[in-house]
Structure formats: structure tokens, C-alpha cells
């Protein structure tokens, strides 16, 4: 199994539209036996679903996520896990196993009502809403 989360200095990045860097897990046996990261900087927020796809990915930890990424990602065949914060390593080994702790409810949208955040960032329209869409 493949395992992306989207990352940032060692971290789960809190916003999928925005990922610059994934870290790609190559998993056996329910253990890690190689990861890398790579960059998504030039695929475009409506790309992200098949540069992962692309990567032979099969399933994705992240914090924030739109309605249009999650639909992209089912489409693609990739298990989400949303909602996720901390360190990433820490976090594949959670989810290899059986105990990640992630919010299968998170949602991103463009306008947030009521001060709601994305995974624990704020996403303001300078941002283009955490999905990426405009």
C-alpha cells in the first residue's frame, strides 16, 4: 500500500488545495519500508487528485480538504483521511496501526460561517477556500 500525507516541515499540512509537498509511504506488512517526498509545486489545484493517482497512491492523509478534492480523490480510487494534525510519520504508523486519529467530517469550503477553520487553519478567500476552487 501507498500512503500520501500532505507535508510541511515534518507535519501534516493543513490545507490539500494548497499542498506543496506530499511525503509518499511505501508500506509492507503494516510497516513503512521506504517514503519521499515529493513536490505537487506546477500540477494545479484541480491536478492534485491525479498527480497522486499518478503516484500509484492508495491512500491519503491530510487536514482540510474540499468537496471537490474529495470527489476527486473517490474518483481516482485513493482513501481519505481528513482532519489529521501532527507529525506525519507519527501519523502513518497511527493509521498502519489501527489507531489514526482523523475527522472523516472535516470540510473546507470557500465562505466559512461562524469562524469555522479547516483542521485547525483559518482559510480565507485570499486563499481561494481550502478545495482550491475559485
Known amino acids: 500500500m501507498k500512503i500520501a500525507v ?9 490545507h490539500f488545495g ?7 509511504y511505501e508500506t509492507e506488512n503494516n510497516a513503512v519500508i521506504a517514503s519521499q517526498v515529493v513536490s505537487a509545486i506546477g500540477s494545479g489545484h484541480g491536478a492534485l487528485a491525479g498527480f497522486l493517482k499518478a ?8 487536514g482540510g480538504i474540499g468537496g471537490g478534492a474529495r470527489v476527486a ?20 504508523e497511527a493509521l498502519l496501526n489501527g489507531n489514526l486519529q482523523y475527522n472523516p ?13 479547516c483542521g485547525g487553519h483559518s482559510c480565507g478567500e485570499d486563499k481561494h477556500g481550502c478545495s482550491g476552487n475559485h
Open 6 to 14: 500532505t507535508y510541511e516541515n515534518g507535519m501534516v499540512f493543513q
Open 18 to 24: 494548497h499542498c506543496e509537498n506530499f511525503k509518499l
Open 55 to 62: 503516484h500509484g497512491v492508495d491512500v491519503l492523509i491530510c
Open 73 to 92: 480523490l473517490s474518483e481516482a480510487g485513493i482513501r481519505l483521511y481528513p482532519g489529521v494534525t501532527g507529525k506525519a510519520d507519527e501519523n502513518v
Open 105 to 117: 467530517d472535516t470540510m473546507c469550503n470557500h465562505h466559512h460561517e461562524g469562524g469555522q477553520d
